[in-house]
């Protein structure tokens, strides 16, 4: 198995600056440890977003929805079965009615009977076919369904940000910040994130005020330009929070800002029925909700339609704006989302029975398949393996019942982009691999099932080529220590409103050495701990979710944390949550 985690202290990325006393030194250290320096760079208004003007393909795209909505043609979105794909069909749904689209539904395939994306067989359920397609988080892998759509008369449009393939479909318009060349500054938007910008555009065509180049975004976003009034597409912004937290893209500066706009609506209690009742069912508190109750209480929720029954449910969810009608299926979705565990569970211990009787073959790439695996399910055991071995790992199913052809789903490590290394394994053994697209960290692929083995072996060649062997040492950043008096709930506040944090910008993890003076068993597999500072003696509150190994924790200790609060019965006080320990 894989060594423990070196800790590591993050270096700052310069000195803090101009920031007012009353943000604490801690923080300013924090953010400086992300690039943050000054109080102008976590300024998360919405009147510094970037503008749409330089997002290619736009002008194209909106030439098509304008001519659809004043026609009144139909117009069919075709979103994806995860959070982002939800979210973000349910944006374009309620943003395309709010700009005069009276004729507007959607599609989302199945994961079981249609496969990913805008596929053949999706194109093929279409009936009546719409005149006009806009695809949500996908299609610009789907170049047989892009022509099955075009071959029925159906006009295409493509928003996506997944990365493109040698070759792009043959759509009447692509907005996407990731095709080569495209001018526009962020290339970490989500799928949720391409559509608001489109409908940013969409409406500035639509509703023409400001020049769009001097147009302040925070007017823009809420509809008001030269005194005119129109859309506030700000109604939205709960929902593409939600999406880009859940879909784990970068939060650079422009998603920080959507995701604490979106945070901000939803903790005034301006979210839709739909979010209110995912936040409830969650047993979250919608006036203190952060961006991880989003990526891990909301998405999964949302998600578990799509990897176990139909995304139709969470996309349901997030449209109706009956909030019984919302609660009712929020229940279902918590429901599902609990059988979701419950098979991953599973899964993941058979996955590391495979991986331990293994032994010293481990291989550098692991790619692991059994027959009665759920393929709705293999991301999230590649992504628990990939944490566990901390290497690259791609779990494979059946993609239905009989069938002889296995879904992946793949998760990386830093410094292994998991997307190309899928482009070697095709490039050197041409045929094997069916379709297959992704990111630097997550990628899907299809094969046949009798290829698994030349597979497996195919891609552990690429990985042990181009992984160093450092590669294979987890490393677990820090923002170093505290001072003995900097244990306090004004701090853990302080951290908890700063972010968002997310991906690419990290919550606050702190190391420093402790005496544990009393610990106990939460079930099987979590402690609870009681920590003495040496320093000056004061004994702390810890929880190690998944830290039990049966085993007491050692005497004297260095733990890596983060500053937390524990509210739990209405009762406030400061609690440390560990991450990792060792002993000191």
Known sequence: MTPPPALRRRALAGAPHGWPAQVHPVLQRVYAARGVLCPADAEHRLARLLPPQTLGGLPRALDLIEAAIAADRRI???????ADGATGCAVALRGLRMLGARNVGYVVPNRFEHGYGLSPALVATLDPAPDLLITVDNGISSLAGVDAARARGVAVIVTDHHLPGERLPAADAIVNPNLPGDPFPSK?????????YLLLALRARLFP?????????????HGRSSGQKRPDLAALLDLVALGTVADLVPLDFNNRVLVDAGLKRIRAGRACAGVAALVEASGRSAATLVAADLGYALGPRINAAGRLEDMGLGVECLLTDDAARARELATLLSGINDERRGLQAAMVEEAEAMVARAGDSNAIGVALFDPGWHAGVVGLVASK?????????IAFAPAGEGSTELRGSARSIAGFHIRDALAEVDARHPGLLGRYGGHAMAAGLSLRAADFARFAAAFDAVARERIGTGLLSPVLHTDGGLQADEFGLALAQQLRDAGPWGQAFPEPLFDDVFECVGWRAMGERHLRLDLRDPRDGRVLQAVHFGGHDGLPPPALLRAAYELGIDDWQGRTRLRLLLRH????
């Open 581 to 584: 320990r060792e002993p000191a």
């Open 76 to 82: 069919l979105v075709a979103g994806d079965f995860d």
């Open 188 to 196: 970490a938007l989500a799928g949720v994130g391409v559509m608001i």
């Open 385 to 393: 393996l990939k944490e566990r071995l901390h290497r690259p790992v």
């Open 209 to 221: 005020g400001a020049h769009p180049d001097r147009e302040d975004q925070e007017a823009a976003i």
